[in-house]
């Protein structure tokens, strides 16, 4: 139980393109979802918190209109690069959380590279 | 501000070692800790979740404790194997949403 998918494993678009990233909770519903960036060598960090049906919470630092966040439904969040650039390029990695449980489950993770 | 510490950022071990990982965090006053797995270009996967009114938890081979007074969690492995190698990453939760990540642990578990 408690698994989480995300599609595409790995995208290469051009600069100056977009590219939606999805996050699934497939045997859970998963009343909040976050958004987690990791560099080379370097540890998670998290970009924006999601709740279903609302505004997402963005971190501090994070461009809210380049990294588009949707919680349409409790087993579904996407996110969006909009405009990406080289230096968007890195691994993106979602979590869920049951609304009845304190443990995040995260996905596989999105390997984005920009060219 | 918060920080999580991870100790050593490497370690190379033989195998059937017993080890520890060492995880501090600036702010005692956590919600949760939680250990996970990354193996390389993969995600993460969960091992151990300790609530802040806990003091250890254990699943197998790992026993996970947690001084909230120091600010200190280990990890313990037992009889270590070449399938434990991978990074281990510390999470610390401060308000039930937010996770502050550790930089991890590379181990590395020779034959």
């Known amino acids: 139980g408690a698994v989480v998918s995300q599609h595409p494993s790995w995208v290469i678009c051009k600069s100056g393109t977009s590219v939606k990233i999805e996050c699934r909770s497939l045997d859970f519903q998963a009343t909040t979802m976050f958004w987690y960036r990791q560099f080379p060598k370097q540890s998670l960090m998290l970009m924006a918190t999601s709740n279903e049906g609302s505004k997402a919470t963005y971190e501090q630092g994070v461009e809210k209109d380049k990294f588009l966040i949707n919680h349409a439904s409790l087993t579904l969040s996407t996110l969006t690069v909009t405009s990406a650039h080289p230096e968007d390029s890195s691994f993106y990695i979602c979590?869920?959380?049951?609304?009845?449980?304190?443990?995040?489950?995260f996905g596989p993770g999105t390997r984005l590279t920009v060219t | 501000k918060q920080e999580v510490t991870q100790i050593p950022a490497a370690l190379s071990v033989p195998e059937g070692e017993n080890l520890v990982l060492n995880c501090s965090f600036t702010d005692s006053a956590i919600y949760n800790l939680q250990w996970f797995r990354q193996d390389p270009g993969k995600g993460l996967t969960s091992l151990l979740l300790?609530?802040?009114?806990?003091r250890e938890q254990t699943s197998g081979r790992l026993n996970a404790s947690l001084d909230k007074s120091s600010g200190r969690s280990t990890l313990y492995i037992a009889a270590s194997q070449p399938g434990d190698s991978a990074t281990y990453l510390c999470a610390v939760s401060y308000n039930f949403n937010k996770f502050y990540f550790g930089s991890g642990t590379k181990l590395n578990v020779k034959p």
């Open positions: 300790i609530q802040s009114s806990q």
């Open positions: 979590s869920a959380r049951p609304g009845t449980d304190y443990e995040q489950y």
